[in-house]
């Protein structure tokens, strides 16, 4: 089988926009492909964590992505930094991988935008991201439009690579999909639902109480005029609103559409939210049973140990060409 890898940051609540755009495509990908879904907590501590925080949320994103569908029976779910061989071919690919390079990643640009210092992590970090993917030679990487880039360099350096060793690195492939890959802001449809807006009314938590949803989706910005109509140019509040119905109803594009064909925004918004409500309860109620089971950690545990076996074995392929002594 063809493999998969992704991950998510533990920085952070996770939104229903993660959830649309990288959870339901986990669940999907793992009955076809061998995957790795891993918490990224090396890559979280490229800005400031705090301790207890970070422990938190790491455990919090492990858990749900178990309750989202995730089966740990199919899919190794883990925390990066159980896998060790993460950093050391992290570190390999550094040496690979010029100042140019990583000077032009728009996210460090962005990230570092207006502060007087930052750590060289978050500036050498896509190395660590190349390592990631290529460990376990993946086939295809479920990313978001902004971590294209990142990809890219990945391919280059995995084509680098063979081009001065032999080949070994697959090539990998960017699994992007066509709708609800990028699910936007509720305050503002030109941005991203993203977990670090400051504005906690921007997006939808997956552990957000039926009341907060509610309230979130009432208050959500529309467009001028009263049409329910998905038409991204003109109407890009309510486009992104009809996609999460969409997404969370199983019901198309169109068919959302038809449903409020001469209705005004109030009762699609009033619908939308208790979609979004039926959408998420299953998924909280499974996540205080993991927590409260304390399951989680045997699950990263049992996770960690089947991709240390495939990753051991792509790091003693890589060190062998490269000229290292064995040990």
Not at 26 to 53: G, K, R, W
Not at 101 to 107: A, G, K, N, V, Y
Not at 206 to 227: H, V
Request: aromatic share 8%; proline share 5%.
């Amino acid at each position: 089988m063809k493999r998969v890898l992704s991950g998510i940051q533990p920085s952070g609540k996770i939104t229903l926009g993660n959830y649309i755009g990288a959870l339901k495509n986990f669940v999907t990908l793992q009955d076809d492909y061998t995957c790795n879904f891993m918490v990224v907590d090396l890559h979280a501590i490229t800005v400031s964590q705090d301790p207890a925080d970070l422990r938190e949320q790491s455990e919090a994103v492990a858990a749900l992505f178990v309750a989202a569908g995730i089966d740990p029976n199919k899919a190794n779910v883990y925390m990066q930094s159980h896998v060790r061989q993460h950093s050391q071919l992290g570190w390999i690919l550094t040496t690979l991988t010029s100042m140019g390079e990583l000077e032009r990643m728009t996210q460090f640009k962005d990230k570092a935008a207006g502060k007087e210092s930052v750590g060289a992590g978050l500036f050498v970090y896509p190395a660590l991201m190349a390592a990631d993917i290529l460990i376990y030679n993946a086939d295809l990487v479920p990313v978001g439009e902004d971590q294209k880039q990142h990809l890219e360099l990945t391919r280059d350096l995995a084509g680098r690579f063979n081009h001065r060793f032999g080949e070994y690195f697959t090539i990998p492939e960017p699994y992007i999909p066509k709708v609800g890959a990028r699910i936007m802001s509720l305050d503002d449809a030109s941005n991203k639902m993203s977990k670090s807006n400051p504005n906690a009314g921007s997006a939808i938590y997956l552990l957000d109480s039926p009341a907060d949803i509610r309230k979130k989706i009432s208050r959500a910005t529309t467009d001028s005029g009263r049409e329910v109509k998905f038409d991204p140019a003109n109407k890009p509040e309510v486009s992104n609103l009809i996609t999460i119905y969409s997404q969370c109803s199983g019901l198309s594009v169109a068919e959302v559409e038809q449903r409020y064909e001469g209705q005004m925004y109030g009762p699609f918004k009033k619908d939308l939210a208790e979609v979004v409500v039926g959408t998420l309860e299953p998924i909280q109620q499974r996540y205080r049973e993991i927590r409260e089971s304390g399951e989680i950690r045997d699950i990263l545990r049992q996770g960690a140990e089947r991709a240390s076996e495939m990753a051991e074995k792509t790091l003693r392929d890589v060190q062998n060409v490269m000229g290292f002594l064995p040990e």
